[in-house]
């Protein structure tokens, strides 16, 4: 096998997972609010005066409630293979199509904050470590640290304070034009370039000065292509190795900064169906969340193969 | 090193506002309409929130809170997963196949997804949020021991106690832990630090521990509305978590 098919058979399982997981907890949830059930749906089906014992037997009987709950699990889960979300307990719409309209709101905010992030921890990170040591090099790391100690939503909040309500430059909150997009990305995009922003500088500062480049420099390769062909290349193995892990914090971080901005996303989502027990909503949501995580992960898998070649025909 | 005492100080001035203040200060929870959101003053020394509360008190309270529970949290995710890391790596086989497909599974979400999925059991709860918070964290624990188990268990000195027949005890006493020790207080302050950012976070969405409690995030939830009369009480709260999370942080990464 070669390492493309690995990582995205790797990826194909960990999906499986995530259905497996998120499944599991919503089924359990489902059986273990309180109440019956069938009797809860019935009343949501006919209207809390209307329903009687036998419209609540029917709905046990129609759902498959009264088999045992191995089957019943069996059965959800299949549903969630197939993408058979159920429909929304608040709303009384599928699942699946509110789902539509959220995931792309959620795809563009992460892809903006990632692409800032991109753009400014790496090469910060990389200026930092071509002078490790220095005065900036120092001030930088006590920068990292504090804004790395700084949870997402505080960070939205002072970026609220300053340019929502302060400058009044950005909107607070909503969705529309560009400019709704600009402070939450820049709240995820911080912390994701604090941590990018080290791990690229120490990458550069340990390149500098590895086999490779000082060989080409022995050779009397001038210090601007020993940069160009040995330094950058070898650093970013690390850097978009660490994207990976950068991830969690990134998919986490969407589900506060959504809400803080009321960006309509699959994580706003997910917080308001958790408060209104909306559990086909939660589950949606979850799922899509996860899923969402382990395509950005492909994604990374896929860079990592493009910039280093040795790792295309590892065993 | 200094960077590490700076991190025991920070987390030790932290922990004395938390224990010794909830003793001093007044209710967190009385309020007084007269004196809403008032600045720093004799009487309250913080100022008041939205409900007149001494914002003083509810930031003690709220401390100890967030401490006890990164506290809890992190030992609860400790236990089993050195546990469970320990037994891996001594049985071996199926056994140890299956802890690792289960480890693989609560690694296929992001930590925080999962605690959110315990939270809608039982909004406004703790067990939940503990049980989620174990269930994430747990795994790394789960994979530093089997891994430093698994080479020490390969070590002549230790292949040769279990010839001689010490048991499971002793080899885990004499070989194992003085090895584990340094890098479980690592693996403590990372998870207790994500444990204070996850409850102050799920606070700050609603859907974590609720009002009146006294708690970090859920009390800038409730004094945003009033930022432009109270920005000192939306801030504070904010910092005491991120010097919080920073004393943990500076902690475990000078052991690194």
């Known amino acids: 096998m070669g390492g493309l098919t690995r990582a995205l058979a790797a990826r194909a399982v960990q999906a499986l997972l995530v259905a497996l997981v998120v499944g599991i907890a919503c089924f359990a949830m489902v059986r273990l609010l309180p109440g019956d059930m069938a009797f809860r749906i019935a009343a949501g089906r006919y209207g809390i005066d209307l329903v009687s014992g036998a419209a609540a037997d029917a709905v046990r009987v129609e759902l498959g409630l009264d088999r045992p709950w ?48 991109v753009l400014v921890g790496p090469p910060l990170g990389a200026w930092l470590g071509a002078r490790a040591g220095s005065a900036a090099d120092r001030a930088g790391l006590v920068a990292s ?46 912390g994701l370039a604090a941590v990018s922003s080290r791990v690229a500088r120490d990458a550069v500062a340990a390149a500098l000065h590895a086999e490779p480049a000082e060989f080409a420099r022995r050779k009397g390769l001038p210090e601007g292509a020993v940069r160009r062909r040995h330094v950058w290349r070898n650093a970013a193995v690390p850097v978009v190795a660490y994207l990976g892990v950068q991830l969690v914090a990134l998919i986490e971080g969407v589900v506060i900064v959504e809400t803080l901005f009321a960006w309509p996303g699959i994580g706003h989502a997910l917080v308001h169906a958790v408060v209104a027990r909306d559990v086909p909503m939660v589950q949606g949501t979850a799922l899509v969340m996860g899923l969402l995580f382990v395509a950005l992960n492909a994604l990374v898998d896929l860079l990592t193969l493009l910039i280093d070649p040795r790792r295309r025909s590892a065993a | 090193m200094t960077a590490a005492r700076i991190g025991w100080a920070l987390l030790a001035a932290i922990a004395a506002f938390g224990i ?33 509360r001494d914002m003083l008190a509810r930031l003690t309270h709220a401390t100890r809170l967030s401490l006890g529970f990164a506290a809890v949290a992190a030992v609860a995710a400790a236990v089993p997963g050195i546990a469970l890391g320990l037994i891996a790596a001594w049985r071996g086989g199926i056994v140890e196949r299956a802890l690792v497909s289960l480890a693989d599974a609560v690694m296929a ?148």
């Open chain 2, 109 to 256: 979400l992001p930590g925080l997804l999962l605690v959110v999925l315990f939270a809608a059991f039982a909004p406004g709860e703790f067990l939940p949020l503990y049980l989620g918070l174990s269930l994430a964290l747990w795994v790394e624990y789960f994979r530093l021991t089997r891994g430093v188990a698994a080479s020490l268990l390969a070590r002549p000195a230790v292949e040769a106690a279990r010839l001689f027949g010490f048991g499971p005890w002793h080899v885990l006493r004499h070989h194992l832990l003085p090895e584990l020790a340094p890098m479980l207080v690592t693996l403590l302050a990372f998870s207790a630090a994500a444990a204070v950012t996850a409850i102050s976070a799920l606070a700050f969405v609603g859907i974590g521990l609720r009002p009146p409690t006294p708690e970090w995030g859920s009390m800038m939830t409730e004094l945003l509305p009033y930022h432009a009369e109270a920005p000192l009480q939306v801030l504070l709260p904010g910092l005491l978590l991120a010097l919080t999370v920073l004393g943990l942080q500076l902690v475990a990464g000078a052991r690194r």
């Open chain 1, 70 to 117: 191995w089957q019943q699990l069996g059965a959800w889960l299949g549903g969630l293979i197939r993408f058979d979300l159920g429909v929304s307990l608040v709303s009384g719409d599928p699942v699946v199509d509110e789902l539509k309209t959220y995931l792309g709101h959620t795809i563009l905010l992460a892809v903006v904050a990632l692409g800032i992030s």
């Open chain 1, 145 to 190: 640290a504090v804004l790395r100690a700084l949870p997402a939503f505080v960070v939205g909040i002072g970026l609220i304070l300053v340019f929502a309500v302060g400058l009044g430059w950005l909107p607070a909150a909503g969705v529309g034009g560009w400019q709704e997009v600009v402070l939450p990305a820049v709240t995820l995009a911080l």
């Open chain 2, 20 to 52: 010794l203040g909830p003793l001093l200060a007044g209710d967190p929870l009385r309020q007084d309409l007269s004196a809403t959101l008032q600045g720093p003053g004799a009487v309250h020394p913080l100022g008041t929130d939205q409900f007149g």
